[in-house]
């Protein structure tokens, strides 16, 4: 496992993303992830799964220190009013007393920045989170955020090989914050793909293996693929046996152009233009 360190935090490049992992289903996939050697899981309020993550943790024999446990705060439960009790129910859930990251899940267009922001540093004051962060949040918004004093430390965003975020991540590069990459694989779009499984072919890997270590090879870069089956656990883990060449990064570099963005709810924030 390759391991970041960002702002004297190290956590593993790889996690578990249980995004669309019923509760039952998640604390099943969750026990067989650490049983596999993922150390770094990801959940939220709105995937209604914490329960079961919480729970295969706890069952897991090891040390809570020893997962660095992600979840996310729900864009409803942003104000002032809801935030903090809102963490504290996922912690109660979670069956802990912290997590290690906490993050704005989705900016709001009722509740202002500086607002939901201030409710996040109280909540990391208060010992509920060790670390802090935002997800889905566009350069414009970031602004915002750092203007608060906050010290995040990610940016939660959509990142795989065939969407352009070159703009969002030089940014977030410039000013010392990691990049976790959710929907790593295009939600199985870069399956067939004929450079991706060309290079793979190369190094005795598949298309998603390929993806994946495509983004953990990049500075400041973590990935937190979601899988409904036990059997990719592995698959997926496998992927620091090798290192692409700089010509095949720079064949999949040039997948970009593409720009497929595969998650673009209603509510979403007016992403970054292509550079």
Do not use: C
């Not at 709105?46 to 295969?56: D, F, H, I, L, M």
């Not at 060449?245 to 595969?262: C, F, M």
Request: aromatic share 8%; net charge negative; no cysteine.
């Amino acid at each position: 496992m390759k391991n970041i360190t960002i702002k004297s935090t190290t956590i593993p490049a790889l996690g578990l993303g249980t995004f669309q992992l019923e509760n039952e289903l998640a604390r099943e996939i969750t026990a067989a992830a650490i049983s596999a050697g993922y150390r770094h899981i990801d959940t939220a309020q709105v995937y209604q799964n914490e329960a079961g993550v919480g729970s295969a943790i706890k069952d897991s024999g090891l040390d809570r220190d020893e997962i660095f446990l992600t979840t996310k705060v729900f864009r409803e439960s942003l104000s002032e009013k809801d935030f903090l009790p809102s963490v504290e129910e996922s912690l109660r859930k979670l069956k802990t007393d912290y997590v290690d990251l906490l993050l704005i899940h989705w900016p709001s267009r009722n509740v202002p920045v500086a607002e939901y922001m201030d409710q996040l540093m109280e909540a990391q004051r208060k010992g509920y989170t060790r670390h802090i962060g935002v997800s889905n949040h566009p350069t414009a918004l970031l602004g915002e955020v750092l203007a608060t004093g906050a010290d995040i430390i990610t940016n939660q965003v959509e990142y795989h090989p065939l969407i352009n975020q070159t703009k969002l991540y030089t940014y977030l590069r410039e000013h010392g914050i990691s990049l976790t990459a959710y929907s790593p694989i295009a939600q199985g779009k870069v399956l067939g793909n004929p450079v991706l499984k060309e290079i793979g072919e190369k190094y005795g890997k598949n298309e998603v293996q390929v993806s994946l270590r495509w983004l953990v090879q990049q500075d400041g870069v973590m990935a937190i693929p979601r899988t409904s089956k036990t059997e990719r656990l592995k698959d997926n883990l496998n992927i620091f046996d090798f290192e692409l060449s700089t010509e095949d990064t720079a064949r999949i570099d040039q997948l970009k152009k593409d720009n497929q963005r595969v998650v673009n709810p209603p509510f979403a924030p007016d992403w970054d233009q292509v550079v």
